[in-house]
């Protein structure tokens, strides 16, 4: 079996490796076919446009997210929006200062990655250098598995069994609250975190460490002035990406922080997330097309700018890593 | 060559057996554990408290604003025509793209704008993809807030994660195969359709089980486009209005009375239930794949 196959990856044109050479683009027998036929160039058509889908999907977010804003930013200015510190666009008194929406999902967010940075950094530096590989194989799914759950399910922990316990011991803490849910954010954050940072620190070069050994100095001193300074991107990479992700986060905070926009840095206290602001208002009978219902977008817009720039920043982060850029 | 297999490494090793390196390992393995232990005490503690709900009745009644009877059949039966509608509009959406990117891309600016472009997208938060159907979907396209604008967003939040699986499994394929047909005189599409897909069905079908299994959980794309949170009919078309398992789990979660929370925490045990039905499904489709071989 093993032989025929070889036989055929040498007939086809200097492929050595069947596998890691499949790429038609680096095929000499490529020109050879060419789309001749009609239905050929029918078919190539009409799978590039499938591949223009995921284009046309950006396009269609970031043209839905500024045109519905513009709408919200011909009544509001920028500077009321940048400005005002008060967000109560259902009362009377109508004020669109985003920053108490910002201020609870930064709270939030401050919360899961207090929970999740520690833990997955222990995780990481655990798997990547001490685990035996057996262990390390079992593990590092195992704990994907809290990043699988249904952020519903989440939800429903945070409010039902998460805070009622920790009014145990937190005095004052309100029954919606940004605490319970944060925490329960780190824990679903943890495996990006983790995994992300396992990758960067498996990536350091062997030969650091042995010269860090060869000089003396034991594990975990290697561990700590050697390992980690060098994996700084790519765990900053996985740290990123995990606020990013504890960003965009809806559904845990949607029913566990409550639904009072408030510039608090209070963690007992209800506040409210940009996306739980759009799940409020989704939730409600706001009719299309009037202000209120365009805050929602307004605020979209924020959140989409927010989380680009920071998977943007992840990104350069994690193609230094890639490219040896980080020693 | 590997850290592990390195002979300095085992010397670092042996003279490695300090007491602050055992204590630093035993917290790393509780930094792992604790968190997983914590998940298994609330899903026990969702079991416990489901228990007396879980039943035929449960799974076949409609909602009600007494909670001892109120069931989840509205909501399984509209998550069942998602996740049908989500896979045929994903399906060939993301193989489409996949096919084009592995097979007949060449390297060009627009081609390395795809394929950034399909990493962006992974990163969007998924409620933006509601107000994305929102807008499109239910009122440009006018489909309303039905069971089909529900499939057409969750169809493109899935689109990066099927198009990626499906690359993968595209390159599974040896090229020598393809060489083979093309020697033969089959063309490219030909090709295609008799050696490529056959052989990478199954591990396309792999990702895209895996991907549904992250869609039927999936709820604020939902709210946003407009799932309705109490409805006591089964859509009988892709036109209904529809509500599904992880809005009502919402809508029971977001009452006050503990005897709701008991029902939500019921339908918790049965998202997850389908959620692991879903994995196994996949679980079992990749040990077939490894074990077929065809060269």
């Given at each position: 079996m093993s032989r025929e196959s070889t036989g055929t990856g040498s007939n086809g044109g200097g492929s050595s490796d069947p596998v890691s050479t499949h790429d038609s683009r680096l095929s000499t027998l490529d020109s050879l076919n060419a789309p001749r036929a009609l239905s050929e160039r029918v078919i190539a058509a009409v799978l590039f446009a499938c591949g223009m889908?995921?284009?046309?999907?950006?396009?269609?977010?970031?043209?839905?997210?500024?045109?519905?804003?513009?709408?919200?930013?011909?009544?509001?200015?920028?500077?009321?929006?940048?400005?005002?510190?008060?967000?109560?666009?259902?009362?009377?008194?109508?004020?669109?200062?985003?920053?108490?929406?910002?201020?609870?999902?930064?709270?939030t967010t401050a919360i899961a990655v207090a929970v999740a940075l520690p833990l997955g950094l222990l995780a990481a530096i655990y798997l990547a250098e001490f685990a035996p590989e057996r262990a390390?194989?079992?593990?590092?799914?195992?704990?994907?598995?809290?990043?699988?759950?249904?952020?519903?399910?989440?939800?429903?922990?945070?409010?039902?069994?998460?805070?009622?316990?920790?009014?145990?011991?937190v005095p004052?803490?309100?029954?919606?609250?940004?605490?319970?849910?944060?925490?329960?954010?780190?824990?679903?954050?943890?495996?990006?975190?983790?995994?992300?940072?396992?990758?960067?620190?498996?990536?350091?070069?062997?030969?650091?460490?042995?010269?860090?050994?060869?000089?003396?100095?034991?594990?975990?001193?290697?561990?700590?002035?050697?390992?980690?300074?060098?994996?700084?991107?790519?765990?900053?990479?996985?740290?990123?990406?995990?606020?990013?992700?504890?960003?965009?986060?809806?559904?845990?905070?949607?029913?566990?922080?409550?639904?009072?926009?408030?510039?608090?840095?209070?963690?007992?206290?209800?506040?409210?997330?940009?996306?739980?602001?759009?799940?409020?208002?989704?939730?409600?009978?706001?009719?299309?097309?009037?202000?209120?219902?365009?805050?929602?977008?307004?605020?979209?817009?924020?959140?989409?700018?927010?989380?680009?720039?920071?998977?943007?920043?992840?990104?350069?982060?994690?193609?230094?890593?890639?490219?040896?850029?980080?020693? | 060559?590997?850290?592990?297999?390195?002979?300095?490494?085992?010397?670092?090793?042996?003279?490695?057996?300090?007491?602050?390196?055992?204590?630093?390992?035993?917290?790393?393995?509780?930094?792992?554990?604790?968190?997983?232990?914590?998940?298994?005490?609330?899903?026990?503690?969702?079991l416990v408290d489901a228990w007396p709900r879980l039943g035929w009745d449960f799974l076949t009644g409609f909602p009600s604003r007494k909670a001892e009877i109120a069931g989840i059949l509205p909501a399984l039966a509209g998550s069942a025509w998602l996740m049908a509608l989500t896979a045929l509009i994903a399906i060939p959406l993301g193989l489409g793209a996949a096919l084009y990117l592995e097979e007949y891309a060449r390297p060009s600016r627009l081609t390395a704008l795809i394929e950034l472009n399909i990493g962006t997208?992974?990163?969007?938060?998924?409620?933006?993809?509601?107000?994305?159907?929102?807008?499109?979907?239910?009122?440009?396209?006018?489909?309303?807030?039905?069971?089909?604008?529900?499939?057409?967003?969750?169809?493109?939040?899935?689109?990066?994660?099927?198009i990626i699986t499906s690359r993968e499994a595209l390159r599974t394929v040896p090229q020598s195969l393809r060489e083979a047909s093309f020697a033969l005189g089959a063309d490219r599409w030909q090709t295609l359709r008799r050696i490529v897909l056959p052989m990478c069905l199954p591990g396309v079908l792999t990702g895209v089980i895996l991907s549904l299994a992250r869609a039927i959980g999936e709820t604020a794309p939902l709210i946003t486009i407009g799932a309705l949170t109490y409805v006591a009919f089964l859509p009988d078309s892709v036109h209904s209005a529809f509500t599904a398992l992880p809005i009502q789990i919402f809508n029971w979660t977001s009452r006050p009375q503990a005897a709701f929370h008991v029902n939500a925490a019921a339908g918790i045990v049965v998202l997850i239930a389908l959620m692991l039905l879903l994995n196994g499904a996949a679980i079992w489709l990749r040990a077939r794949l490894q074990r077929r071989v065809y060269w």
């Amino acid at each position: 079996m093993s032989r025929e196959s070889t036989g055929t990856g040498s007939n086809g044109g200097g492929s050595s490796d069947p596998v890691s050479t499949h790429d038609s683009r680096l095929s000499t027998l490529d020109s050879l076919n060419a789309p001749r036929a009609l239905s050929e160039r029918v078919i190539a058509a009409v799978l590039f446009a499938c591949g223009m889908v995921s284009i046309f999907t950006t396009l269609g977010i970031v043209v839905v997210l500024v045109k519905e804003s513009a709408g919200f930013f011909s009544e509001v200015s920028l500077g009321q929006f940048l400005g005002d510190t008060q967000w109560t666009p259902l009362f009377t008194d109508k004020h669109f200062g985003i920053w108490p929406l910002l201020a609870g999902t930064l709270l939030t967010t401050a919360i899961a990655v207090a929970v999740a940075l520690p833990l997955g950094l222990l995780a990481a530096i655990y798997l990547a250098e001490f685990a035996p590989e057996r262990a390390r194989k079992v593990l590092k799914p195992t704990l994907e598995v809290l990043a699988g759950i249904p952020t519903v399910v989440y939800g429903y922990f945070a409010l039902v069994y998460i805070t009622p316990l920790l009014q145990k011991f937190v005095p004052g803490l309100a029954g919606f609250n940004a605490l319970g849910p944060g925490i329960v954010m780190g824990v679903m954050i943890l495996p990006v975190i983790a995994s992300l940072s396992e990758d960067a620190i498996y990536a350091v070069p062997a030969s650091l460490r042995e010269a860090a050994y060869a000089l003396g100095a034991g594990r975990l001193r290697t561990v700590f002035r050697v390992v980690l300074p060098s994996a700084f991107s790519g765990i900053g990479a996985a740290v990123i990406l995990g606020v990013s992700r504890a960003i965009g986060e809806t559904m845990i905070v949607a029913i566990a922080a409550g639904q009072q926009a408030r510039l608090t840095a209070d963690p007992r206290s209800p506040i409210e997330t940009m996306t739980a602001y759009i799940v409020q208002i989704s939730l409600g009978d706001t009719p299309t097309g009037t202000l209120e219902y365009r805050t929602i977008f307004a605020v979209g817009l924020a959140l989409f700018l927010l989380t680009l720039a920071l998977n943007a920043v992840a990104f350069r982060l994690r193609r230094r890593v890639l490219k040896g850029g980080a020693l | 060559m590997s850290l592990r297999t390195s002979p300095i490494h085992d010397l670092a090793m042996r003279r490695a057996e300090l007491a602050p390196e055992r204590a630093f390992q035993a917290v790393g393995i509780l930094a792992i554990v604790l968190p997983l232990l914590l998940l298994l005490w609330l899903f026990g503690g969702a079991l416990v408290d489901a228990w007396p709900r879980l039943g035929w009745d449960f799974l076949t009644g409609f909602p009600s604003r007494k909670a001892e009877i109120a069931g989840i059949l509205p909501a399984l039966a509209g998550s069942a025509w998602l996740m049908a509608l989500t896979a045929l509009i994903a399906i060939p959406l993301g193989l489409g793209a996949a096919l084009y990117l592995e097979e007949y891309a060449r390297p060009s600016r627009l081609t390395a704008l795809i394929e950034l472009n399909i990493g962006t997208l992974a990163g969007v938060p998924s409620i933006l993809y509601g107000l994305l159907g929102l807008e499109i979907f239910v009122r440009v396209v006018g489909m309303g807030r039905s069971v089909l604008a529900g499939a057409c967003t969750l169809a493109l939040l899935l689109l990066p994660m099927v198009i990626i699986t499906s690359r993968e499994a595209l390159r599974t394929v040896p090229q020598s195969l393809r060489e083979a047909s093309f020697a033969l005189g089959a063309d490219r599409w030909q090709t295609l359709r008799r050696i490529v897909l056959p052989m990478c069905l199954p591990g396309v079908l792999t990702g895209v089980i895996l991907s549904l299994a992250r869609a039927i959980g999936e709820t604020a794309p939902l709210i946003t486009i407009g799932a309705l949170t109490y409805v006591a009919f089964l859509p009988d078309s892709v036109h209904s209005a529809f509500t599904a398992l992880p809005i009502q789990i919402f809508n029971w979660t977001s009452r006050p009375q503990a005897a709701f929370h008991v029902n939500a925490a019921a339908g918790i045990v049965v998202l997850i239930a389908l959620m692991l039905l879903l994995n196994g499904a996949a679980i079992w489709l990749r040990a077939r794949l490894q074990r077929r071989v065809y060269w």
